[in-house]
């Protein structure tokens, strides 16, 4: 009787969380036993794990196998642990090395010829991994390119589950195999739309700088054709490119979604954009077992673009409050709460009417007044609370377009720089707090901390407050956008001009 062990990782989100593989090899009835919480998929293993080890060469034990995964009590879910499984019952059998098992983690599935398959969810399996000290990884080959993303680990790819017994020892000859290659990763980051090709709307123009620059959430109203989604599609390229735990993070939560990681670390801001006919599971994430990011998770440090908001299902729109205010997603089971991150910029665009003409010069608007006001009531006003910037977007005139193409206009990569001397105010004087942006200071450090504004500066902001034309969350907000052009004004702090262009970006609009 011998008892072999080697570890492997069981994903619950983005959380991961170390699992021993144990394998003891006694006495009694030919037969696989997995305990531990196994769901239907891991159970499986016993069948895919057996036929694979004899494929291979290295047939299991006709023994009573019992593999425990520990700790019991944690769910363990998908095909993942086949590798663990596998080295741990070669290992308490003397085929590979019990000692050498015992120090690496082991990631992957196992087909029937031997081969192993490419999993989802390898980059955050690694990188929790590398947080609780362990250093060496056996995945597949399929996942070589993206398991190397991790800095200070060692990788040891490997195509068949013979290639992983000859790594630990095994006394076996190398068959080539082709390599179970997983999706096509694409190297190359999407084209930037360039800012100079909107014409006109400068107020527009103006808050898609300071959402930028602050990472404040933006809702733009306006007739089709006015540029809503011209200007959406254009606030990632004002966006500075990611830093490394961010462009770590956005990698490993593409990696979870099953999307294609590129060989290289994220280095630009991501957009996600769905459709209106989402569901609150495609957006926020979820999941009947395995639990899944959403589009929300996805667009985590870059944009979630929501195009004819109002079309969306009210509850799941309402959905968005808790990780607009927390930064977090948090998707709660019956047995488990998994956590993915949520620090996205929101930008919702939505007409003005069902028909899309009120308000406009040219065309007449065939809504009632009760139409309209059912129509822009399915945006909570909880959720539109949550905006920092609200802009109208007007249709363009033929004068407009003749004034601007003899003009010069703002480029995306000089608006960047706005941007980046903006955000590089903002780092050193929320410097020493857990700020980075003014979008994410708290309304009571801003009120009553070592930057509270004189009073004679707030005045229209309190006399708004006084009269109910914003609430208390929407007065910390006008206060972070003020910082915000504040800073790309290169102000020391917030004058009446930006307290007053602020509390205009705010409340321009009349729903």
């Not at 095909?79 to 019990?98: K, P, Q, R």
């Not at 770590?248 to 954009?273: D, N, Q």
């Not at 590089?424 to 901390?449: D, F, H, Q, Y």
């Amino acid at each position: 009787m011998m008892v072999a062990r080697t570890h492997s990782v069981a994903l619950l989100g983005m959380t991961g969380s170390m699992v021993e593989v144990e394998a003891d090899i006694g006495n009694g009835l030919p037969t696989l036993m997995i305990i531990g919480l196994p769901d239907t998929a891991l159970s499986d293993a016993r069948d895919r794990v057996r036929a694979a080890a004899t494929n291979s060469g290295c047939p299991l034990p006709t023994s009573k196998i019992t593999v425990n995964l520990s700790p019991a009590a944690l769910p363990k879910h998908g095909s993942t642990f086949d590798l663990g499984i596998a080295m741990a019952i070669l290992a308490a059998d003397g085929t590979v090395s019990a000692e050498s098992v015992e120090l690496v983690v082991h990631l992957g599935e196992v087909s029937l010829d031997g081969r192993l398959r490419p999993m989802n969810g390898v980059l955050p399996a690694i990188a929790a991994a590398a947080r609780a000290g362990f250093r060496t990884f056996v995945v597949p080959a399929g996942n070589r390119h993206e398991a190397s993303l991790v800095p200070g680990v060692t990788i040891v790819p490997v195509v068949s589950l013979r290639d992983a017994a000859i790594h630990h020892g095994a006394r076996l000859d190398p068959i080539p195999l082709d390599v179970i290659e997983g999706a096509r990763a694409l190297d190359t980051e999407p084209p930037e739309h360039e800012l100079s090709d909107v014409i006109g709307n400068a107020d527009a123009v103006l808050a898609l700088i300071a959402a930028a620059a602050g990472g404040h959430h933006i809702f733009m109203l306006g007739p089709p054709g006015a540029g809503k989604t011209m200007l959406a599609m254009r606030l990632p390229g004002l966006l500075p490119d990611l830093d490394a735990e961010s462009a770590l993070e956005v990698s490993s939560v593409r990696s979870l979604a099953g999307a294609s990681v590129p060989r290289t670390l994220a280095t630009r801001p991501p957009f996600e954009s769905p459709h209106h006919s989402a569901s609150a599971g495609a957006l926020i994430g979820g999941g009947s077992k395995q639990i899944r990011p959403g589009a929300a998770a996805r667009a985590s440090h870059g944009v979630l673009f929501l195009d004819e908001a109002p079309e969306f299902a009210s509850t799941v729109l309402d959905t968005l409050r808790q990780p607009l205010e927390s930064g977090v997603i948090s998707i709660h089971r019956a047995n488990a709460i998994a956590r993915f991150p949520g620090r996205f910029q929101l930008v919702m665009a939505a007409n003005p009417c069902p028909c899309g003409q009120y308000g406009t010069a040219d065309l007449n608007c065939l809504c009632t007044p009760n139409t309209r006001r059912r129509y822009l009531g399915r945006l909570s006003g909880p959720l539109l609370d949550r905006i920092d910037i609200q802009v109208q977007v007007r249709r363009v005139s033929a004068a407009e377009l003749r004034i601007d193409e003899s003009g010069d206009r703002l480029t995306t990569a000089k608006a960047r720089v706005q941007v980046e001397e903006a955000r590089a105010r903002m780092a050193a004087r929320l410097s020493g707090t857990p700020w980075k942006l003014n979008g994410e200071v708290l309304g009571t450090w801003l009120r009553s901390g070592p930057e509270k504004l004189a009073r004679d500066t707030t005045v229209s902001l309190d006399r708004a407050l006084e009269r109910g034309l914003i609430t208390m969350r929407g007065y910390d907000r006008i206060l972070r956008v003020a910082w915000t052009l504040a800073d790309l004004d290169g102000a020391p702090r917030p004058g009446t001009d930006q307290i007053g262009r602020a509390l205009y970006l705010r409340k321009s609009l009349t729903l």
